[in-house]
Nanobody, 122 residues
């Protein structure tokens, strides 16, 4: 599994971005995929997760109703669609993958991708 996030950039508050995370190793056999973020001076925090089928998704409260996680297993890719962006969403976003069969808080993530910078200006 080799994860690479893309799609970050600079956007004004209220705008939208979509992050993509592709598994260049083309295994994409990990049932649970997730997104995390780390803002300057802060700890990395969980943002969203999705199970293999895409039927179950999980979000941190601060992004519920604004962010949507999805996956396309045929393309070995997971997405994070971000709408109504706020300056406090500014962070480096990381995708991660786990062999766990289902998501649960504080679970172990086996693989991490390089981050994508998202900057939201006010």
């Amino acid at each position: 599994v080799q994860l690479q996030a893309s799609g970050g950039g600079l956007v004004q508050a209220g705008g939208s971005l979509r992050l993509s995370c592709a598994d260049s190793g083309r295994t994409f056999s990990t049932p649970v995929m997730g997104w995390f973020r780390q803002a300057p001076g802060k700890e990395r925090e969980f943002v969203a997760a999705i199970n293999w089928s895409g039927g179950s998704t999980y979000y941190v409260d601060s992004v519920k109703g604004r962010f949507t996680i999805s996956r396309d297993n045929a393309k070995n890719t997971v997405y994070l669609s971000m709408n109504s962006l706020k300056p406090e969403d500014t962070a480096v976003y990381y995708c991660a993958a786990s062999h766990s069969g289902s998501y649960y808080p504080d679970m172990y993530w086996n693989y991490w991708g390089k981050g994508a910078q998202v900057t939201v200006s006010s």
